[in-house]
Structure formats: C-alpha cells, structure tokens
T-cell receptor, first 112, second 112 residues
Framework: DVKVTQSSRYLVKRTGEKVFLECVQD?????MFWYRQDPGLGLRLIYF???????EKGDIPEGYSVSREKKERFSLILESASTNQTSMYLC???????????FGSGTQLSVL | GENVEQHPSTLSVQEGDSAVIKCTYS??????FPWYKQELGKRPQLIID?????GEKKDQRIAVTLNKTAKHFSLHITETQPEDSAVYFC???????????FGKGNQVVVIP
C-alpha cells in the first residue's frame, strides 16, 4: 500500500519560531511536493523537488524553504513562523509526470 | 503559467440525481487532467483522470469529458450517494511540466 507520511497531524507554534514539517514516502518516487490548503483558495504549491538535493519554487515560496537530503524525505522549513502561515500543509509525491499524485494526511499548523 | 478555474464553487444535489462540475484551463499545451476527491478531514485522492488524446473516460458512476477546443473539462457523477459529498479538485498539467495546477475546489453536498 502506497504511503506518504507526515510527521505531525497537528502542530502549534509561536510567532518567530523555526518550524520543520517532515514528509516521508515509501514508494521510491522521484518527485515530491509541498502544498498549503486554505479555505476558498484550494491547493497552492509552495516548493517541489525532482531529485535529491534539488528544489524548485512553486507559486507561494515566500517565507518557506525545503530540504531533500534523501530520496524518501522532503522537509518544509518555516525559518520564522508568522500568523499568516497558519494553514493545512499537505505533502505529496508522484513517480513522474502524468502519474497519480499521492498525498499525506496533512499537518494543521497553528502559529500563535 | 497554467490557470485552472472551477465552477460552481458549491453544488447541492438530491441523492440519486446527477452532479456536474466544470473546469476551464488557460494553457492549450496542457495534456493531463486529473480529478481529486477530498472527504472531510481526509487527504485528497485521485478518482479519475483524462489525457488530451481522449475525449471521454468513464469509471462506474463517474465520468470525465474533455473539450480541447474550448479548453474545458467536466466531472460527471451519476446516481449520487451521500458518500459522494466531498470537495472535488480539478487540475491540469502543461506538457513538459511535472507540476499540476489545481483549481480552488468544489464543495458537493448530496442531500439524502
């Protein structure tokens, strides 16, 4: 069974804290993605990665960075969390272009 | 970049009736169009997809149609059931690009 696992389901952080969201996939997929989901705004792409140590900006990269040191793991980093980063964060992976995108269960991040 | 729009944003149907959600896209080079279903509190999951060399695809009670000339594609759900209540996201992938552009989502409510 395909699995994309996000380390936390709920997370509460303070403004200014450094936040790490972890995502691991067990399908040997090349491509991994971070989205944020907000009511009425759908799924917006933050960053994605086609390969280890490779990253590309999505549509809303400001305030975020990513790390992909191993093929199976893709981390999203909020260097200094702000209240407008309160959101649901979804990690996803796919074997290639035109292939099914598999999502994790999401991390609901609240920044106070 | 690719821009995907979904209409209507919310759709209520009586159980047993049909539901149709329409999406438009802007990039005529897009060649892959998936639909994802997200039930409340769960991750988005692929329910059906279509490629640009096909005009229609069916899978039991769901079907997708593609009109490349008009740059729109639609999801059709027949004989709706309460378990069809969810948010549905359409997406499009431009040729030569591994990232999907998602619409903002449609909330479908099936009234028993």
């Amino acid at each position: 069974d395909v699995k994309v696992t996000q380390s936390s389901r709920y997370l509460v952080k303070r403004t200014g804290e450094k936040v790490f969201l972890e995502c691991v996939q067990d399908m040997d997929h090349e491509n991994m993605f971070w989205y944020r989901q907000d009511p009425g705004l759908g799924l917006r792409l933050i960053y994605f990665s086609y390969d280890v140590k490779m990253k590309e900006k999505g549509d809303i990269p400001e305030g975020y960075s990513v790390s992909r040191e191993k093929k199976e793991r893709f981390s999203l980093i909020l260097e200094s969390a702000s209240t407008n980063q309160t959101s649901m964060y979804l990690c996803a992976s796919t074997a290639g272009a035109g292939m099914e995108l598999f999502f994790g269960s999401g991390t609901q991040l609240s920044v106070l | 970049g690719e821009n995907v729009e979904q209409h209507p944003s919310t759709l209520s149907v009586q159980e047993g009736d049909s539901a149709v959600i329409k999406c438009t896209y802007s990039d005529s080079a897009s060649n892959y169009f998936p639909w994802y279903k997200q039930e409340l509190g769960k991750r988005p999951q692929l329910i059906i997809d279509i490629r640009s060399n096909v005009g229609e695809k069916k899978d039991q009670r769901i079907a997708v149609t593609l009109n490349k000339t008009a740059k729109h594609f639609s999801l059709h759900i027949t004989e709706t059931q309460p378990e069809d209540s969810a948010v549905y996201f359409c997406a499009a992938r431009p040729a030569g690009n591994n990232r999907l552009a998602f619409g903002k989502g449609n909330q479908v409510v099936v009234i028993p």
